[in-house]
């Protein structure tokens, strides 16, 4: 008889077992949908209903994650979330939010997930400007349980949809992956909302040379870019129609190229055919390296007065920022 029961007692957890595995794939996928559905709406525009049914939706997937105690899995979504606030929402705050209390109450239960917050979190803290903020994360991650010298995938580059790996040998200090994140989030917050963009000489595609500062009094867009940067046409698009709308308001746009070895001719042809009718100038090396900018498109929005007012819009609230900017409807 005491065979028999534990017999039962082995199938019956090896089958809680099972269904846990297939509730863990099939969060898995359920993760993957929304973060598809979050990159489709980041391309375009979507309404309040849309991402508050999109927010129900993943509510209902922690719920289910929970009752399983699929923690790797609630982690996950809750970085995903935590991105979407960050970037398509224009609310680092909210995402920093998210991040803590998922680091905070999961943390213990999925440590191999926690380098991703940390490296989200400073990635947050730069949009708002705060150096400081990230100094300390990078302190309180290299003295938590959590540190090590994980090999750690980057996305960038490229965009989203075509991930840059960075590998990195296995390492101790200052050589883990997710500080090295960390610490290029703390060069850019020098340069994030809040902080004076800095001044500089541009020249032109036709030769001449003038000074950021004279462009003093127009709210300004300095926008970072390369030819081959994928997804940067759908960027352009959101600057030409905001050039076209808003010009009259006082907007100017400054675009940098990025490739050093273009020619005036090749960026000529390039601003042609993608009707750039604003400024474009040639590679400025000191520039993009004060400003943190590495092998990346970046986008700049400069209030009258040379203060940086956002930076790395995305192309879902590219106008609306530059409208606010303006105070104009």
């Given at each position: 008889?005491?065979?028999?029961?534990?017999?039962?007692?082995?199938?019956?957890?090896?089958?809680?077992?099972?269904?846990?595995?297939?509730?863990?794939d099939n969060l898995d996928a359920d993760i993957r949908a929304t973060f598809s559905k979050l990159q489709s709406m980041n391309h375009g525009y979507y309404t309040q209903a849309?991402?508050?049914?999109?927010?129900?939706?993943?509510?209902?997937?922690?719920?289910?994650?929970?009752?399983?105690?699929?923690?790797d899995q609630l982690v996950e979504l809750n970085r995903v979330k935590a991105m979407a606030l960050g970037q398509m929402r224009g609310d680092p705050q909210g995402a920093i939010a998210v991040l803590r209390s998922t680091l905070e109450q999961y943390g213990a239960k999925s440590p191999a997930k926690v380098g991703r917050l940390y490296a989200m979190l400073a990635d947050n803290y730069y949009r708002l400007?705060?150096?400081?903020?990230i100094s300390k994360l990078i302190e309180e991650f290299e003295q938590s349980r959590y540190y090590n010298a994980e090999q750690y995938p980057f996305s960038g580059g490229q965009g989203s949809e075509v991930p840059l790996t960075v590998t990195r040998p296995v390492a101790k200090g200052a050589s883990s992956i997710i500080v090295t994140m960390m610490e290029s989030a703390r060069r850019k917050a020098a340069f994030g909302p809040g902080k004076l963009f800095?001044?500089?000489?541009?020249?032109?595609?036709?030769?001449?040379?003038?000074?950021?500062?004279?462009?003093?009094?127009?709210?300004?867009?300095?926008?970072?870019?390369g030819r081959g940067f994928t997804l940067y046409s759908r960027t352009l698009k959101q600057l030409a129609t905001a050039y076209q709308l808003h010009q009259k308001d006082g907007l100017e746009i400054v675009s940098v190229n990025m490739e050093p070895i273009a020619t005036p001719e090749q960026l000529a042809a390039f601003a042609q055919e993608h009707a750039m009718s604003w400024g474009l100038v040639v590679h400025n090396e000191q520039l993009t390296r004060q400003l943190g900018i590495v092998g990346e498109p970046s986008l700049?929005?400069?209030?009258?007065?040379?203060?940086?007012?956002?930076?790395?819009?995305?192309?879902?609230?590219?106008?609306?920022?530059?409208?606010?900017?303006?105070?104009?409807?």
């Open positions: 008889m005491k065979k028999l029961m534990l017999a039962v007692m082995a199938a019956s957890a090896l089958g809680c077992a099972a269904a846990r595995a297939v509730e863990a849309e991402w508050s049914g999109l927010t129900q939706q993943m509510d209902a997937i922690a719920a289910r994650a929970e009752k399983a105690k699929a923690w400007g705060k150096e400081e903020e800095p001044d500089a000489t541009c020249t032109d595609l036709q030769g001449r040379t003038f000074k950021l500062s004279d462009l003093r009094g127009k709210v300004v867009v300095m926008d970072f870019f700049f929005l400069i209030s009258r007065n040379g203060a940086i007012v956002a930076r790395d819009m995305h192309e879902s609230n590219i106008l609306q920022s530059i409208k606010d900017a303006l105070g104009v409807r």
